[in-house]
């Protein structure tokens, strides 16, 4: 994203997550999931996004939890916790943490992510990347220089289908060139996780999880 650190070997990938336990996340999951069935999809999805930024060049991998670690981290992750506040305060103090150049930001709520699909980040000079999600909110927020990232995402309401827009121009402001990465579909529901399962990689994590839970479901 930067001319002063060319290629995704030089960027930090960095995951917000929040511990998969039962009624933590995934909420609008449940009905037609239990809180524990909606937990297994959210740990699914998340193993599934760790073991993607495995395979994808990067100076570091970070993930950035709130709560506690537990088997679905696979090695070759540095473990922060999470600051407080609402999200944007969050993923501008996540992102500041990356003072040594670039910054890639991922939720844990995109299971069909791959390394190919990231195959352009960190290329071509850009002040920022952005990946909208199908609902209005973003999957991926990136920046050549993370130290922007305070006046870049503090004040976006997030999690609404409105947050594409803000945050977009926002990161135009923060620097002009700002790469587009493709739309993706967040898992917020039963209706996203049945689309994203069709977009899964043959033998994720996820797409198991949502295999069982339809056969406990006949």
């Known amino acids: 994203m930067s001319a002063r650190h060319p290629g995704r070997e030089a960027t930090t990938l960095l995951v917000i997550a929040k511990d998969p336990v039962p009624g933590r996340g995934r909420t609008r999951l449940t009905p037609p999931c239990t809180p524990r069935e909606a937990a ?23 993930l950035v939890l709130d709560g506690t670690p537990g088997p679905w981290l696979p090695p ?18 996540s992102s500041a943490r990356c003072a040594d150049g670039p910054a890639l930001l991922l939720g844990m709520d995109t299971p069909q992510l791959t390394p190919e699909l990231l195959s352009g980040v960190g290329q071509g000079g850009h002040d920022a990347c952005f990946g909208p999600a199908a609902d209005g909110d973003f999957w991926a927020l990136g920046l050549a220089d993370p130290a922007r990232a305070g006046s870049a995402v503090r004040g976006v309401p997030m999690s609404t289908h ?43 994590r996820f797409t198991t999880a949502l295999a069982s839970l339809a056969e406990v479901a006949r």
Do not use: K, M, Y
């Open 76 to 93: 070759g992750f540095d473990v922060v916790p999470q600051e407080e506040g609402g999200p944007d305060e969050r993923i501008a103090a």
């Open 162 to 204: 409105r947050t594409g827009a803000i945050q977009r121009p926002r990161l135009a402001e923060a620097g002009p060139a700002v790469a587009d990465l493709p739309v993706l579909r967040d898992v917020d529901t039963a209706a996203d996780a049945a689309q994203v399962t069709a977009c899964c990689p043959p033998g994720s």
């Open 40 to 62: 297994a999809s959210a740990e699914a999805a998340l193993a599934d996004t760790l073991r993607t930024l495995l395979r994808t060049p990067a100076h570091r991998r970070l």
